[in-house]
């Protein structure tokens, strides 16, 4: 395995169907204050927010609303947490949510005592937090399974202003200090949500693994994650409260994106970088804005990352490669991933999430070009993407 590096995780995770009884061991380590980030409404429906409630209550804290969380949280709304957090003087940030919670917790948790503008600190210049700024420690409550943000430093936040949506990878010192994995809150999920998580997954352990020519034990975990993805989800999508199903994929996912299977890897991440771009101009569901450019994508690079291509193929997608050639084996991988994407029912355009022809120059120019993996694109190979996924 080639490559130095540091791991290190701090997230204590509690799983499982009795999780959300740990809230109240992890509680009593924190002030009276608590900011509890939600979406839109799904917890109110479901029943998480009274459970929710009642142990922090029941734990003498004092709740300080924080609702309305979008799906793909935008500035503004950063902006508005961190007003919430400092007139709350809040002490814990509770996300109970999905990716979207998680990711805005996190933002808030570096932003509120920012001295600076944090989108333009944070997320167009890339700075690390400063070592005196007070970061807000956060939890989680997960109730959808995808972005793996509930054990990791990322925080995806998006600006319709300028057409950006834009990820910062924050260090250890912003990974939740726990999160409750609960399988069975997930099954309230729509089947749209459901899907698009699953892609996610999948294509989290893509970017990663599409990357490197050296033997590296990071792969072989990622085949088996994939796997168990593959077969868990197929199971899930016909009958979605299967709790073995479920609950491997909720694992999966947590893996997927909490840095293991980084290690060693130089990681590509382009067709996040696409979905983004995507993200940013139409506010797609992300895992769809994902699958919907996956394809033309991994096309495109595969000459370029060819043995990887064809091992992804044997090893994942048990295609047998006698009497073929590499290139056969390889393009037969990627069909096989096709028909799994067909089944489980994700987008496979970007037309399908409001891209049209003439909005392509500017989801061009909202893309950020990464260098990681197989083939360092042009604006031009860009394009030619973005057209082959319409
Ligand atoms: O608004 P609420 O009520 O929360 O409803 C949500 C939302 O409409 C709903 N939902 C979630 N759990 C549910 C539920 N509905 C019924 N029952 C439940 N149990 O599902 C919808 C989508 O939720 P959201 O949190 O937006 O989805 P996801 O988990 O996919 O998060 C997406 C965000 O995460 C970022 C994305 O860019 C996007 O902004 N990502 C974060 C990453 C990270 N931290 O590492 C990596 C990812 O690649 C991703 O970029
Ligand atoms: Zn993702």
């Known amino acids: 395995m080639l490559g130095n590096f540091v791991f290190s995780n701090p997230t204590k995770l509690y799983f499982g169907e009795d999780s959300l009884k740990y809230l109240n061991e992890e509680l009593p380590k924190y002030g009276k204050n608590v900011q509890l980030v939600y979406g839109r409404g799904s917890i109110r429906k479901n029943g998480i927010y009274h459970k929710v409630a009642a142990i922090l209550k029941a734990n003498g804290k004092n709740i300080v609303e924080d609702g309305g969380v979008m799906p793909n949280p935008t500035v503004e709304k950063l902006y508005q ?50 070592p005196d700024t007070k970061i807000i420690p956060v939890g989680c409550v997960l109730t959808m399974a995808g972005t793996g943000s509930e054990m990791n430093g990322g925080a995806v936040i998006t600006n319709h202003g300028s057409r950006l949506k834009i990820g910062h990878v924050f260090g250890d010192r912003v990974f939740p200090k726990f999160s409750i994995l609960n399988p069975v809150f997930t099954y309230s ?6 899907a ?18 050296d033997d590296n034990t990071s792969d072989y975990l990622m085949e088996g994650l994939m796997r168990s993805l593959i ?25 997927a994106l909490n840095t293991l299977v980084a290690m060693g890897k130089s990681t590509d991440w382009m067709v996040h970088m696409l979905g983004q771009a995507v993200g940013a101009h139409t506010d797609a569901t992300h895992g769809m804005t994902l699958s919907a450019v996956s394809l033309a994508y991994y096309r495109h690079i595969m000459p370029y990352g060819l043995e990887k291509f064809k091992r992804f193929a044997v090893n994942v997608w048990n295609v047998d490669p006698d009497g073929k050639t590499a290139r056969e084996v390889a393009e037969e991988g990627l069909l096989a991933m096709e028909h799994w994407m067909e089944e489980i029912g ?45």
């Open 196 to 213: 698009a998580g699953f892609y996610d997954i999948l294509n989290h352990i893509c970017e990663q693994y599409f990357s490197g020519e």
């Open 346 to 390: 994700v987008v496979m355009n970007i037309r399908e999430l409001g891209v049209t022809e003439e909005m392509l120059a500017g989801v061009v120019e909202s893309t950020l070009i990464m260098e990681g993996g197989y083939k360092v694109l042009t604006q031009e190979e860009i394009l030619g993407i973005f057209k082959e996924s319409m």
């Open 231 to 255: 077969h868990s989800s197929l199971i899930a999508i016909k009958n979605p409260e299967d709790y073995e199903a479920r609950s491997n994929i909720m694992w999966t996912a947590t893996w």
């Open 189 to 194: 999920l729509p089947r749209y949500q459901m």
């Open 81 to 130: 947490g961190c007003r919430i957090a400092k007139e709350g003087n809040v002490d814990l940030i509770l996300a109970v949510g999905g990716g979207s919670c998680c990711d805005y917790a996190k933002a808030v948790s570096v932003s509120a005592h920012c001295k600076e503008d944090p989108w333009k600190k944070y997320y167009l210049d890339f700075e690390d937090v400063d």
